[in-house]
């Protein structure tokens, strides 16, 4: 005989919480958020180092046009700079200039020892260095007269530390923007300031006469005396440095050969 087997009792329904919520609540308002990223990008994507190029009256830093044509950065040190090409321009080899002089002073601008073609024992006597030197009935200088600046984002003045180990960019001013660099630093020096105690905004722009000119404008005045510090630092420490030294032939051809010469 079958057995008749025992209904089961309906299961009884059991509630289940539900999740509790692990979002934290934003601790700034929307406006300073997009303001504390902005300062964070800024650090991030701050440029590591490298050369400043003027090129065709772009504003570039490598390869990457800087929007605008322009940056803000901070003027930590700077030399006068002199270089004279004895071989004529070619965009698709890289050379260094023949002759070639750094100082802090006009009167001690004498070709550097590591000028394969010195054409003076001093700038002040060279025939290079005067005027309609350049040839083709024009007025302007066979050896370029400059100034290479070493500067550092304006980023950094959110800390001293950040001004002690970020790189410098480097960037010969074009003979035609050398009055404006002056202009700057005068300026400066006029109210009693060194040029590393302002954020300046550096640009390009176009120029009827000589295509492009390079431009400063003072935009804040450093008051974080920490950060100045650390600028000074950096200023004085620059100051110690031998005077730079382009490339040999020889170091380029070997870079060119896919080579680790310096540059």
């Known amino acids: 005989m079958a057995t008749k087997e025992t209904p089961k009792a309906p299961e009884t329904a059991v509630a289940v919480a539900a999740p509790k919520s692990t979002a934290v609540a934003m601790p700034v308002n929307w406006r300073d958020r997009m303001k504390q990223v902005a300062v964070k990008v800024a650090e991030v994507e701050a440029p590591s180092g ?107 003045v959110n800390g ?15 003979a035609t923007s050398i009055k404006n660099f002056s ?29 492009f000119q390079v431009h400063f404008k003072a935009l804040e005045q450093i008051k974080d005396e920490a950060v100045l510090e650390a600028l000074a630092t950096r200023n004085w420490k620059r100051s110690q440095d031998a005077f730079p030294v382009y490339p040999t032939k020889e170091e380029l051809a070997e870079k060119a050969a896919g080579g680790s010469a310096k540059y």
């Not at 001293?160 to 074009?174: A, G, H, S, Y």
């Not at 009693?192 to 176009?206: C, D, L, R, T, Y």
């Open 50 to 156: 490298g050369f400043i190029s003027f090129k065709s009256g772009r504003l570039n830093i490598g390869d990457q046009v800087m929007p605008g044509d322009k940056i803000e950065c901070i003027v930590v040190d700077y030399l006068l700079h002199n270089k004279y090409f004895n071989t004529p321009y070619n965009p698709k080899v890289q050379s260094s200039p023949g002759c070639y002089a750094f100082a802090r002073e006009e009167e001690n601008m004498e070709p550097s020892d590591g000028a394969e073609d010195p054409q003076a024992d001093h700038c002040a006597e060279c025939p290079m260095n005067e005027w309609e030197s350049a040839g083709n009935g024009g007025r302007g200088k066979a050896c370029t007269n400059s100034r290479r600046l070493w500067v550092l984002p304006a980023s950094v």
């Open 160 to 174: 001293p530390d950040k001004v002690r180990v970020t790189d410098f960019l480097q960037c010969d001013m074009p």
């Open 183 to 211: 202009k700057f630093a005068n300026d400066c020096a006029a109210s009693g300031n060194a040029p590393f105690q302002f954020i300046v905004e550096m640009s390009v722009k176009p120029h009827p006469t000589s295509l």
